[in-house]
């Protein structure tokens, strides 16, 4: 007796005390769903002790958060009526009320900076005193701002299409927090819909904590949907195939649990819930059915072909529990390699995958034969699905072009291989924080209409250390921070800057009675005065802390990008190295750039480098479980080809159709080597038993494997083809490329696995058909053909 045959007995024999330990197990996990965290801030996909992210750090620990601002704009000449403009300032008044947020700035906040002759030193007044009266009155203050204060420009408006903003900007303590997500939601939302409703004037809403927050929800939002809607396509696939309420119903319960569990998992381990984690649910429910589908299938030609139900249901564990095992190894193997990438964000998506993916495998495994001993055996009614017309054709079709037209398959293969070559080399890399974001939504509209009303909303930040104390107010400091100001602004990708340099040629403005065309920086001659009367402001250490340290050490330099790809970003970033090189010598100064969205690019090249490596790596984990079943270098190389060349397939489909590397499409390739090696081991575990049956006839046992194997690869590979189609109604651009990517490349997986695995077996059956090539496991997983061993209790 075999392995498999004790793990039968023991399943059946010990039915009640396996369910009681499984409904056990589901409540326990089912109680740590409420555990489940979810995603406060952006994915970080570099390893926490990467170049990058120590200079991100560092700069934290020097000017604290910089994703903390929300900005609020409005384009409508409306704004400029006095009752608009006087709702517009109390508006913004109100925002600025509350306690998650630390100011904000607003026309109604400027101050100008004014020159107190008599005792040296700069005062500020604001812009004005007293609500406007009239539409004139209004009309003085948009000249006023436009014209004479160019320190605000890009800033708070843009004064060649009348844009005007608003700058909140958050307590940095819960940026990162649920308290962002309530103040979003509960304060900001709902007060800016009641501006809009009072008004009849439209607000655009954009800056990082908001983005981060809404697309949060798009995610929450979307769990359900997916679930929804996995459960809803496969069950129904599945009844089509089987015309049994009560299959469809087993395999919809046995994935319902899984479901629990995955998110038990998940709560268990405290992970947060991100754009990947997300897929985990209906990614189980996707992998699941194939396996009720071949455990069932199973039964039904056991219960067809002798009747009694005891031996079907231990032949159902016995024979398919072997293959269903590899096959799920080598799913979850593919998964498993995230885990290797030194991204948390990956490591943790691997781990719970993989983890869940082999506990579907156990509640399949377990579940559906005991459930099936407790029911009566399937009546005729049910088994009619095994001897439908139009599935034995498309089994005859198979047969006869692996039997007559093998050469046509190989040519057929080979033009798709250099077809499929040339397409690879016009893929291109890309990356960037908003590029998969719901193009639909609101939100993302929002983010496009400030990159071109202000020059983009993702903070990228220079931080330049002067290595002395009050090394940045020399003034030659200021002119080699203002020559790299000039570059940035020569970088059409790139905002206006912000910084020390806009407060100083504020004040040689100031000092000239704010005369607009003295807001450039002092010259040496001018330096004295104007810097005299900036020690002696009252005002200068607020002015000064969001540019410089407290020590006068560092100073940075904002800028914002649009949302430009990884290849345009290090063409932006060597012409600024080049720039900085140039006028920062490094034995004075230390300048290096950051923010959150030069972080994000980085960790995108990472990624793609690294997910290279995990899908190696996945390769050469299947080949050992392939040697492991087969004890043959030969049978590994066979049972790669058909594998492989469905990745090469979508690849090739990758850059003639422009769908660019990025880090949600770059998963692609695991996934689908993981799941489509899963119908080659069901084939060769099959073609291996055939091969003993039939005294190593190879032509006999291809065929025999075939007929017996093609009807539920082809279902398993339908229904994950419309399982994984489901994530392209994600309103997120990755989610939908990754759905259909996986799809097609399961597609072509079907088709390989049954017309050119079997045409390799026949071309080479006088090199694989001994039993040197079939060598015996050491621990024998693969059940023999004979029914000596079964039993009928």
Same mark, same amino acid.
């Given at each position: 007796?075999?392995?498999?045959?004790?793990?039968?007995?023991?399943?059946?024999?010990?039915?009640?005390?396996?369910?009681?330990?499984?409904?056990?197990?589901?409540?326990?996990?089912?109680?740590?769903?409420?555990?489940?965290?979810?995603?406060?801030?952006?994915?970080?996909?570099?390893?926490?002790?990467? *170049?990058?992210?120590?200079?991100?750090?560092?700069?934290?620990?020097?000017?604290?958060?910089?994703?903390?601002?929300?900005?609020? &704009?409005?384009?409508?000449?409306?704004?400029?009526?006095?009752?608009?403009?006087?709702?517009?300032?109390?508006?913004?008044?109100?925002?600025?009320?509350?306690? *998650?947020?630390?100011?904000?700035?607003?026309?109604?906040?400027?101050?100008?900076?004014?020159?107190?002759?008599?005792?040296? /030193?700069?005062?500020?007044?604001?812009?004005?005193?007293?609500?406007?009266?009239?539409?004139?009155?209004?009309?003085?203050?948009?000249?006023?701002?436009?014209?004479?204060?160019?320190?605000?420009?890009?800033?708070?408006?843009?004064?060649?299409?009348?844009?005007? %903003?608003?700058?909140?900007?958050?307590?940095?303590?819960?940026?990162?927090?649920?308290? %962002?997500?309530?103040?979003?939601?509960?304060?900001?939302?709902?007060?800016? $819909?009641?501006?809009?409703?009072?008004?009849?004037?439209?607000?655009?809403?954009?800056?990082?904590?908001?983005?981060?927050?809404?697309?949060?929800?798009?995610?929450?939002?979307?769990?359900?949907?997916?679930?929804?809607?996995?459960?809803?396509?496969?069950? !129904?696939?599945?009844?089509?195939?089987?015309?049994?309420?009560?299959?469809?119903?087993?395999?919809?319960?046995?994935?319902?649990?899984?479901?629990?569990? &995955?998110?038990?998992?998940?709560?268990?381990?405290?992970?947060?819930?991100?754009?990947?984690?997300?897929?985990?649910?209906? #990614?189980?429910?996707?992998?699941?059915?194939?396996?009720?589908?071949?455990?069932?299938?199973?039964?039904?030609?056991?219960? $067809?072909?002798?009747?009694?139900?005891?031996?079907?249901?231990?032949?159902?564990?016995?024979?398919?529990?072997?293959?269903?095992?590899?096959?799920?190894?080598?799913?979850?193997?593919?998964?498993?390699?995230?885990?290797?990438?030194?991204?948390?964000?990956?490591?943790?998506?691997?781990?719970?995958?993989?983890?869940?993916?082999?506990?579907? =495998?156990?509640?399949? !495994?377990?579940?559906?034969?005991?459930?099936?001993?407790?029911?009566? $055996?399937? /009546?005729?009614?049910?088994?009619?699905?095994?001897?439908?017309?139009?599935?034995?054709?498309?089994?005859?079709?198979?047969?006869?072009?692996?039997?007559?037209?093998?050469?046509?398959?190989?040519?057929?293969?080979?033009?798709?291989?250099?077809?499929?070559?040339?397409?690879?080399?016009?893929?291109?890399?890309?990356?960037?924080?908003?590029?998969?974001?719901? $193009?639909?939504?609101?939100?993302?509209?929002?983010?496009?209409?400030?990159?071109?009303?202000?020059?983009?909303?993702?903070? #990228?930040?220079?931080?330049?250390?002067?290595?002395?104390?009050?090394?940045?107010?020399?003034?030659?400091?200021?002119? %080699?921070?203002?020559?790299?100001?000039?570059?940035?602004?020569?970088?059409?990708?790139?905002?206006?800057?912000?910084?020390?340099?806009?407060?100083?040629?504020?004040?040689?403005?100031?000092?000239?009675?704010?005369?607009?065309?003295?807001?450039?920086?002092?010259?040496?001659?001018?330096?004295?005065?104007?810097?005299?009367?900036?020690?002696?402001?009252?005002?200068?250490?607020?002015?000064?802390?969001? =540019?410089?340290?407290?020590?006068?050490?560092?100073?940075?330099?904002?800028?914002?990008?649009?949302?430009?790809?990884?290849?345009?970003?290090?063409?932006?970033?060597? %012409?600024?190295?080049?720039?900085?090189?140039?006028?920062?010598?490094?034995?004075?100064?230390?300048?290096?750039?950051?923010?959150?969205?030069?972080?994000?690019?980085?960790?995108?090249?990472?990624?793609?480098?690294?997910?290279?490596?995990?899908?190696?790596?996945?390769?050469?984990?299947?080949?050992?479980?392939?040697?492991?079943?087969?004890?043959?270098?030969?049978?590994?190389?066979?049972?790669?080809?058909?594998?492989?060349?469905?990745?090469?397939?979508?690849?090739?489909?990758?850059?003639?159709?422009?769908?660019?590397?990025?880090?949600?499409?770059?998963?692609?390739?695991?996934?689908? =080597?993981?799941?489509?090696?899963?119908?080659?081991? @069901?084939?060769?575990?099959?073609?291996?038993?055939?091969?003993?049956? @039939?005294?190593?006839?190879?032509?006999?046992?291809?065929? &025999?494997?075939?007929?017996?194997?093609?009807?539920?690869?082809?279902?398993?590979?339908?229904?994950?083809?419309?399982?994984?189609?489901?994530?392209?109604?994600?309103?997120?651009?990755?989610?939908?490329?990754?759905?259909?990517?996986?799809?097609?490349?399961?597609?072509?997986?079907?088709?390989?696995?049954?017309?050119?695995?079997?045409?390799?077996?026949?071309?080479?059956?006088?090199?694989?058909?001994?039993?040197?090539?079939?060598?015996?496991? &050491?621990?024998?997983?693969?059940? /023999?053909?004979?029914?000596?061993?079964?039993?009928?209790?």
């Amino acid at each position: 007796m075999n392995f498999w045959q004790i793990v039968s007995r023991f399943i059946l024999k010990q039915r009640i005390f396996i369910l009681v330990m499984l409904a056990a197990a589901t409540f326990f996990l089912g109680s740590k769903i409420q555990q489940i965290k979810f995603s406060h801030s952006e994915a970080n996909l570099l390893p926490s002790d990467h *170049e990058e992210n120590i200079k991100y750090d560092n700069f934290l620990s020097i000017f604290g958060e910089e994703g903390n601002m929300i900005i609020l &704009a409005v384009q409508d000449s409306s704004l400029f009526h006095v009752d608009n403009f006087n709702r517009w300032s109390a508006f913004s008044k109100r925002l600025d009320s509350f306690p *998650e947020v630390d100011f904000s700035v607003s026309i109604g906040d400027i101050k100008r900076l004014k020159k107190d002759k008599k005792n040296q /030193k700069f005062y500020v007044e604001p812009l004005y005193d007293e609500n406007p009266s009239s539409d004139e009155e209004v009309d003085q203050i948009k000249k006023e701002l436009f014209d004479k204060l160019p320190f605000f420009d890009n800033f708070l408006f843009n004064k060649n299409t009348g844009t005007i %903003r608003t700058a909140i900007y958050l307590d940095q303590s819960i940026v990162n927090t649920k308290t %962002r997500e309530r103040f979003v939601f509960d304060v900001l939302n709902p007060s800016v $819909k009641n501006f809009e409703k009072e008004t009849g004037i439209d607000i655009r809403i954009s800056g990082m904590p908001y983005i981060r927050t809404m697309n949060a929800q798009n995610i929450l939002d979307e769990i359900g949907i997916f679930v929804g809607l996995a459960l809803l396509i496969t069950s !129904l696939i599945f009844w089509l195939f089987f015309r049994s309420y009560r299959a469809t119903f087993i395999t919809m319960l046995v994935v319902s649990i899984g479901v629990v569990w &995955a998110l038990g998992f998940i709560g268990w381990f405290q992970y947060e819930i991100s754009v990947l984690m997300a897929l985990i649910p209906p #990614l189980i429910i996707v992998i699941g059915v194939p396996n009720a589908i071949f455990l069932i299938n199973k039964y039904q030609q056991e219960v $067809k072909k002798h009747g009694n139900q005891a031996k079907s249901l231990q032949r159902v564990i016995s024979k398919i529990g072997n293959a269903t095992l590899m096959t799920n190894i080598t799913t979850a193997s593919g998964f498993a390699t995230f885990i290797f990438t030194n991204s948390q964000l990956l490591n943790e998506f691997g781990i719970i995958a993989s983890i869940n993916i082999l506990a579907i =495998f156990i509640l399949s !495994l377990l579940i559906i034969p005991i459930i099936y001993s407790f029911m009566h $055996k399937p /009546k005729d009614k049910h088994l009619e699905h095994l001897e439908r017309k139009w599935i034995d054709a498309i089994v005859n079709w198979m047969e006869q072009t692996v039997r007559h037209r093998r050469i046509a398959i190989y040519i057929s293969t080979v033009c798709i291989i250099v077809a499929s070559i040339i397409g690879v080399y016009m893929i291109r890399v890309s990356g960037s924080l908003i590029e998969d974001m719901p $193009k639909g939504k609101q939100f993302y509209k929002d983010i496009l209409f400030f990159e071109n009303e202000f020059g983009g909303i993702m903070p #990228l930040e220079i931080l330049i250390d002067t290595k002395r104390k009050k090394g940045v107010m020399n003034l030659a400091t200021l002119k %080699r921070m203002n020559k790299l100001d000039e570059e940035i602004d020569e970088i059409p990708e790139l905002s206006k800057s912000i910084s020390i340099l806009n407060m100083v040629k504020y004040s040689k403005q100031a000092f000239y009675n704010g005369n607009p065309k003295y807001y450039q920086l002092p010259t040496e001659q001018e330096k004295n005065f104007i810097l005299a009367y900036t020690k002696n402001s009252d005002t200068n250490a607020d002015m000064l802390k969001n =540019f410089v340290d407290s020590t006068g050490q560092y100073a940075r330099i904002t800028t914002f990008m649009k949302d430009i790809g990884t290849d345009k970003m290090e063409n932006i970033e060597q %012409r600024m190295q080049d720039k900085i090189n140039q006028v920062f010598p490094e034995e004075r100064f230390e300048v290096s750039m950051t923010g959150k969205a030069l972080v994000f690019l980085k960790g995108t090249n990472y990624l793609v480098k690294n997910l290279v490596i995990s899908l190696s790596l996945a390769i050469l984990l299947i080949s050992i479980f392939m040697a492991w079943m087969f004890r043959s270098y030969k049978m590994i190389i066979i049972s790669l080809i058909p594998n492989i060349l469905p990745l090469l397939i979508t690849a090739g489909l990758m850059g003639y159709l422009g769908v660019p590397i990025k880090p949600s499409t770059v998963l692609v390739f695991s996934i689908a =080597f993981g799941i489509s090696v899963d119908d080659t081991i @069901h084939f060769l575990a099959k073609y291996r038993q055939e091969l003993i049956a @039939h005294k190593w006839n190879v032509r006999k046992s291809v065929y &025999a494997a075939l007929r017996e194997t093609g009807v539920s690869m082809f279902y398993t590979s339908i229904v994950l083809f419309f399982g994984f189609l489901v994530f392209t109604v994600s309103s997120f651009g990755g989610t939908i490329a990754l759905g259909g990517l996986v799809s097609v490349t399961l597609l072509f997986a079907m088709v390989s696995n049954l017309l050119l695995l079997p045409s390799l077996l026949l071309s080479l059956e006088s090199k694989i058909a001994n039993k040197k090539t079939f060598k015996k496991p &050491a621990i024998s997983i693969i059940p /023999k053909e004979d029914d000596e061993n079964d039993t009928n209790d």
